[in-house]
C-alpha cells in the first residue's frame, strides 16, 4: 500500500544509502519526458528536504534543460534484493553550475570525478514508499569503469576534450531547450576525495 510522508525519515535515507541505482523523471509542457537511470554512488542526502548528485557529463542534458524550463523533478529508488519498497520524491529539482553561490559548498560534499558537469539539487515536496512487489531481484556486480578508462586513456586531452564535449552536446536539450550548461571553472575550489 502507497504511504506519503512529508521528508524524508531515517529509514528512508537508510534505503537511499544502500542503493546502487536511482532513476531521475522530468518533464515539460511540451516534448518528450526525460527518464535517465544514474549511479556511482552519486546520490546525496543533504537534510529531510533536500537530495542531490553529481551530474555526470553524458549524451544529453534533458534534466538539466527540464528543470530550467519547468522544475519538476522526481526520483525514484527500489530495492532489487530480498526487502521489496519503492521509493519516490517528487519535488522542484535546481541545477547549481559554476555561477551558483553553492558551487564551493557542493563541490567540498562530493567526491573528486573528472566528468562533472554539474550538480542535481531536489527541493522534496513528498516522499512516496509502495511495495515494490512487482521488481525483480537482481545482484549488484560492480561499478562500470568506462569513465575511469577514457580518463586514463587520453591523459593530458582530457580537460580540453570535455569542455568542447560539453559545449557541443550538452548545451541543447533532445527537444531544442538550453540547458544553461556552463564550462566548469578551473579555479573553483578542490573537490575533496572523501
Known sequence: MAEFFDALND????FIHAQQ??????????GRVNLSPK????????????????????????TAAHIHHDGRLTIMLCSFGPEPLILRLYGTGKVINTASSEWP????????HPWLRQFIALDIDSVQTSCGYGVPQYEFIATRQNF??????????????????QQEKNSKSIDGLETGILPINPEAPDKQDK
Open 39 to 62: 549511479g556511482i554512488e552519486s546520490l546525496q542526502v543533504i537534510n529531510p528536504h533536500c537530495v542531490a548528485w553529481l551530474d555526470f557529463t553524458g549524451s544529453g542534458n534533458e
Open 21 to 30: 541505482i536511482f532513476f531521475v523523471a522530468t518533464a515539460c509542457a511540451d
Open 105 to 112: 559548498d557542493y563541490c567540498n560534499r562530493f567526491n573528486n
Open 148 to 165: 575511469d578508462d577514457i580518463t586514463t586513456k587520453m591523459g593530458e586531452e582530457f580537460p580540453d576534450f570535455i569542455g568542447r564535449y
Open 11 to 14: 529509514e528512508h535515507i537508510a
